[in-house]
């Protein structure tokens, strides 16, 4: 029987495109474009923080670069606690030769940094969040609430430059209709929790869910799926 693949459009990939073509039905997922936020260009005093937390993938790519524009060493960033949401960015911070202290899942920061520190109350401490969340993230409360002094900003936005069909894939993708989505990287995997701000894991519980490499394949865990490894590539 004939199944249907879902994965993200890009012009890279094209040989894979024309393998599942030949095995199914392909559904291409919009991919948005990351905009850099007004944020980008104002001066942070890195040196005023304790911590410093990057909490996805694009948000430290992006953050990397303004350093890098501003002239900043990255050897200067030892002197600060950081702390790497996922192995994702983890391992951008390791091409740039850069130390993470921590490396923890969304939902385990604050305790894990708890531990790390060896005490529950943060008060006095400084953290630089960076991030995609324009709101106010839940880790932001959740530090503040113990008594952290905490500025979180928003270096990028996400936007789509078409989506017309953006509603029509999103229903197809929570009614099942989807056997399997293929992720490439683990900025895809960004976009999913941008596409599906509150229920990601529900809106992909009957969808089978594959990684074309290693970092994407722990990005999913990290995230509560259970992937598959994809060997097409």
């Known amino acids: 029987m004939s199944e ?3 994965i993200f459009q890009d012009e890279s990939k094209k040989n894979l495109v024309e393998k599942l073509s030949k095995a199914g039905k392909i559904i291409f997922l919009p991919k948005p474009t990351p905009c850099k936020t007004n944020a980008f260009a104002e001066k942070i005093n890195i040196t005023s923080f304790d911590w410093l937390v990057l909490t996805d993938v694009i948000a430290t ?33 390791r091409l740039h030769e850069i130390h993470c202290d921590i490396i923890a899942p969304l939902n385990k920061v604050v305790d894990t940094i708890a531990n ?37 900003i928003q270096i990028y936005e996400l936007k789509l430059h078409e989506s017309k069909n953006l509603t029509m894939l999103k229903t197809l993708i929570k009614g099942g209709a989807i056997d ?48 598959i490894y994809f060997n097409w590539l």
Do not use: M
Request: aromatic share 12%.
């Open 4 to 6: 249907t693949f879902a």
């Open 61 to 93: 790519e992006i953050f990397l670069e303004k350093l890098n524009l501003e002239g900043f060493d990255f050897y200067d960033l030892d002197y600060l606690q950081i702390c790497a949401i996922g192995e994702a960015v983890a391992e951008r911070l």
């Open 116 to 152: 790390y520190i060896q005490k529950c109350n943060f008060q006095n401490l400084r953290f630089l969040i960076i991030t995609r969340n324009p709101n106010g993230s839940q880790l932001k409360n959740i530090l503040c609430q113990k008594d952290a002094d905490v500025t979180e």
């Open 180 to 227: 399997k989505l293929i992720l490439t990287s683990p900025h895809e995997i960004v976009t999913l929790k941008w596409l599906f701000p509150n229920d990601l894991n529900q809106a992909l519980a009957e969808t089978r869910i594959f990684a074309a490499d290693e970092i994407t394949f722990r990005s999913l865990e990290e995230e509560g799926f259970h992937p």
